[in-house]
């Protein structure tokens, strides 16, 4: 059997595919030429990398990116690694939070993220080396991987259990068991499976300059706010426990230390409305006191195990029909800004368990093809990105069209922020991005327990969506550096902004990269002193 998958292999990698449709029926012919069933990917994929190691082949990108199963787990160039908390106690009363017992706060043990956990006995370590094993075996790329950390309010959890959750995290990309978490940290900077990101979730009424400064230490580079709606009145009718004032200070302080800054949004609360509902949507992108970077779109849904399941049940509560909701969610798209990425439209809570409320678990899908018909483009992150736009990127490199750098600057959170950006001419397709914030005045708080970012510009984030699929007929699409390019950009701006020090909030596993750029590690950030350079009047456009 092993010979007949290396037959395959070779065969796929001398056809040399264009598309899938190609890929699928050259795999079928062989197989039946050889009269077996056609092979799992991940059988093939192992051949491959054997051959490979061998030197009996030539790499062949191509053939393994078509090879891979669920290419969209790896498609915005990261590896997420989704890791799951112990259960504890959670500070929140949400009538809406499903509560099971012996699961993490407002998770099921039915969602597959839970269920991973559950098998490892929560133990991070055994979470992601699992993770790192199918990830790898379905053929995805692990040197860049993206911790997301779950579980609930992770800012209520002892500090002593965050710290060993997280090295054990570390552990885990390392392949080795570490005395500290920061040999860990140091281990993973040169490691094969390098963390370029940590994610946590957290309250807004959690946050404040001490617990920032130990989210820092730990390498949290993104943190998830659970806001669920901007409206006081809401939030008290649903013991939400915090109020819309919490909201703005916690992203403010986040961003003033550099964090890319996630929001927990649910329509359908108690008490909302499809009108108000979309009113919030238009305030958290317009009012300078929000405009996040990521978004989580949760509909609100009726689980048996949640307070709001009696509300229900006494008609005191009525959830949107499907209709209502998707063209709520299609207005909400119309007005999405192009710094914002909609990493999420629904949770994995399984059908099975939804008393009332939406059920559709590929919605994010269905309301893509309604767009297209309705010829309504999506300006948000995720629908521009490259990866998810393969055929169109391809025919613009085949026209001759290059990216383009364009600058975004908006005011936000008593600061500016520019989205520096490399995009297609027709600005639907985005190929790299840099997040760049220049403070107003930073809380007095933040500077005092992180010294090290007074006076600075922050680079909060900064994504390379890598090399497009080679064209068969014009040649392989080179990598151009756009990484190098947009940190060149930011730099310039702060120059001109007469700023004289950038601090980047790295990811651990992304020093190795900004060192060659001349920055230099200070205390958990990347940071650079800028010289003067000959004035450059040339600009790209701002938009």
Known sequence: MKSNFEKIIKHLIKVDPEDRSAFVIARRKMSNSLKIAPPQSSDLIRTYRQLLKKKKIKENKTVLNFLKKREVRTISGVAPIAVLTKPYPCPGKCIYCPTESKMPKSYLSSEPAVMRAIINNFDPFKQVRMRLRALGANGHELDKCELIILGGTWSFLPKPYQQNFIRRCFDGLNGKISKNLASAQKLNETAKNRCVGITVETRPDYI?????????????????????????????????????????????????????????????????????????????????????????????????????????????????????????????????????????????????????????????????????????????IRCRETGHNLADSASLIANGSKPKLKI???????????????????????????????????????????????????????HTYGQLIPLRKTGQVQHTGFGKKLMAEAEKICRQSKLKKIAVISGIGVRQYYKKLGYRLEDSYMTKTLKKRPTNNSQPAFS
């Not at 710094?339 to 059908?351: G, M």
């Not at 939804?354 to 309301?367: D, F, W, Y």
């Not at 933040?446 to 922050?458: F, G, M, R, T, V």
């Open 208 to 380: 404040d300059a001490e617990e920032i400064a130990r989210m820092r230490n730990l390498g949290v580079t993104k943190v998830e706010i659970g806001l669920q709606n901007i409206s006081d009145d809401i939030l008290k009718l649903n013991k939400r426990g915090h109020n819309v004032n919490d909201v703005i200070e916690a992203t403010k302080m986040l961003k003033d230390a550099g964090f890319k800054v996630g929001y927990h949004l649910m329509p359908n609360l108690l008490g909302a409305t499809v009108k108000s509902d979309l009113e919030m949507f238009k305030k958290i992108f317009n009012d300078n006191n929000f405009k996040p970077d990521y978004l989580k779109i949760y509909p609100c849904v009726v689980t048996k195990n949640s307070r709001l399941y009696k509300l229900w049940r006494q008609k005191k509560y009525k959830s949107y029909t499907d209709k209502q909701l998707c063209n709520l969610l299609l207005q909400i798209k119309k007005i999405m800004p192009p710094y914002v990425r909609i990493s999420r439209l629904v949770r994995d809570i399984p059908s099975e368990n939804i008393v009332a409320g939406n059920k559709i678990s590929n919605l994010r899908q269905l309301l893509s093809d309604d767009l297209k018909k309705k010829k309504i483009t999506c300006r948000c």
């Open 408 to 462: 975004k600057k908006y005011p936000a959170s008593d600061g500016t922020e520019y989205f520096l950006s490399y995009e297609s001419s027709n600005r639907k397709i985005l190929y790299a991005f840099l997040r760049l914030r220049l403070p107003k005045k930073t809380d007095a708080e933040i500077i005092k327990a992180i010294p090290e970012i007074d006076n600075s510009a922050l680079i909060r984030e900064l």
